[in-house]
């Protein structure tokens, strides 16, 4: 079914819609209560065709949003249009973020962030979302420990293919932390010791 004014949706993004719930009030709120309101642009990161995106700026957030899938900004380009929203949204690797905006927080919801398998790609990303930020300064990353029981035992396998890691997290300590949002101060960040 087309849309007024857009093309219809592509096959990525009505996976990826049907791939995702719909957000929930527990799940809004959580973001709604750490998220800066009147101090100024927010940045989602992997916004994806805009779950979380459009029912913030519903709720008064000035929020800006980028995906590396064109299919997926326009996506979302087409529901915050047709919310009678606007947003600045970027096709972009989070990796290699550089917009000429300042944000006052910066969120990665989903568990979009542990898409990035790469360590220095993650340290790198974590590195120019600091370089993006202004007081107060809030990055949020939502992630996922799986419980000990389902990742990959050593005894299985021998070798443990790029991005995927066993923790040694026990199952009582993993149940404990979900849900999984972080609330994570730049000036908490570990860097290589180099003031950039």
């Given at each position: 079914m087309a849309r007024s004014?857009?093309?219809?949706?592509?096959?990525a993004a009505l996976f990826y819609d049907a791939e995702r719930p719909p957000v929930r009030d527990g799940e809004l709120d959580w973001y709604a209560q750490r998220l800066p309101r009147e101090h100024g642009n927010v940045l989602e990161l992997m916004c994806g065709s805009g779950r979380l995106l459009v029912p913030l700026l519903r709720a008064g957030y000035a929020i800006h949003g980028i995906d590396s899938s064109a299919a997926l900004i326009e996506a979302c380009g087409a529901r915050v249009a047709a919310g009678g929203l606007r947003a600045t949204l970027v096709r972009q690797e989070m990796h290699a973020l550089n917009l000429?905006?300042?944000y006052t927080?910066?969120?990665?919801?989903?568990?979009?962030f542990q898409r990035l398998t790469d360590p220095a790609e993650?340290?790198?990303t974590l590195a120019r979302v600091r370089a993006h930020l202004v007081p107060p300064g809030i990055l949020l990353l939502d992630l996922f420990?799986?419980?000990a029981s389902s990742q990959r035992s050593p005894k299985?396998?021998?070798?443990?293919?790029?991005?995927?890691?066993k923790t040694d997290i026990p199952p009582v300590y993993a149940e404990r932390i979900r849900p999984t949002w972080a609330n994570v101060s730049?000036?908490?960040l570990a860097h290589s010791g180099k003031n950039t």
């Open positions: 004014g857009s093309s219809p949706p592509t096959l000429p905006f300042r927080a910066a969120f990665v919801a989903a568990g979009a993650a340290r790198n420990v799986p419980p299985r396998s021998a070798r443990k293919p790029a991005g995927i890691w730049p000036n908490s």
